[in-house]
């Protein structure tokens, strides 16, 4: 195999992301060739270019997240992907995924705080679940009485919604204006859960892309009085931060 050649280094990449399961950095692509015929990191980002064109008008897609490159199936085949799985996904509740939005815009965040915008209870095993899908983690306490838990998103929950990092998340304010376009009646069991679920079974490259957007929309759309607007947004103390 000629490796000098972008064009077969990018099939050679094909097939390593095809194996892998997950998703590979360029670190993790590096590592795979010895030394004395390890190409440049420009090289490999120039393969990998050719490869993402080369996906064009197939099933799949080169996707880049926070861990670094996987070949996913497209979204909009997902629907029939997910039946290859008999076991009926899981669906989360309205209270879960109102806690996980929180979490990832407002993270670090502590329970009592989830609560306190919500109104409600958030329940032990919302969190249970949370951290069991390593969506969420602890990532210390606030330096309050009784010290409780800060909770932030993880490199999962990024890999799993297809983002790179915490600023490609969407303004809640587009989110907003996107679900006003949404149909009425949309059901407490979310459409969006069955494509996670089918993404996080599959090997690569029979993972459906996920969109956080879409997570929102449905949010926004089912319960208009739900407080997705926070103010405190605004404040610099308040910016995303990025996610470990």
């Not at 270019?49 to 979204?75: D, H, M, P, T």
């Not at 329970?111 to 210390?140: C, F, P």
Request: glycine residues 4%; hydrophobic residues 40%; contains cysteine.
């Amino acid at each position: 195999m000629n490796l000098s050649d972008p064009h077969e280094l990018a099939a050679l990449l094909e097939a390593v992301l095809l194996a892998s399961g997950r998703a590979l950095s360029l670190e993790a692509l590096s590592a795979l060739f010895e030394e004395a015929e390890r190409p440049e990191l420009s090289y490999l980002r120039q393969a990998l270019a050719i490869l993402g064109a080369s996906c064009q008008g197939r099933g799949f897609e080169l996707q880049e997240v926070a861990s670094g490159y996987r070949l996913q199936v497209r979204s909009s085949y997902a629907p029939w992907v997910s039946r290859l799985w008999e076991e009926r996904p899981q669906r989360y509740s309205r209270a879960l995924l109102e806690t996980l939005a929180l979490i990832a815009y407002r993270q670090p965040i502590t329970r009592g705080e989830i609560e306190d915008i919500r109104g409600v209870t958030v329940s032990s095993q919302i969190i249970k679940t949370l951290q069991d899908r390593e969506w969420i983690r602890a990532v210390g306490h606030r330096e309050v009485p009784g010290r409780p838990t800060l909770f932030a998103t993880t490199r999962v929950f990024l890999d799993d919604f297809n983002l790179k990092n915490l600023d490609e998340l969407p303004p809640l304010s587009v989110v907003r204006e996107l679900g006003a376009e949404l149909p009425s009646g949309v059901q407490e069991e979310f459409s969006f859960a069955a494509s996670v679920e089918a993404a996080k079974a599959a090997p690569s490259p029979e993972k459906a892309q996920i969109s956080f957007k879409s997570l929102l929309e449905e949010l926004d759309t089912m319960e208009q009085g739900l407080k997705t607007d926070f103010k405190d947004l605004d404040t610099p103390s308040d910016s995303k931060p990025s996610s470990s």
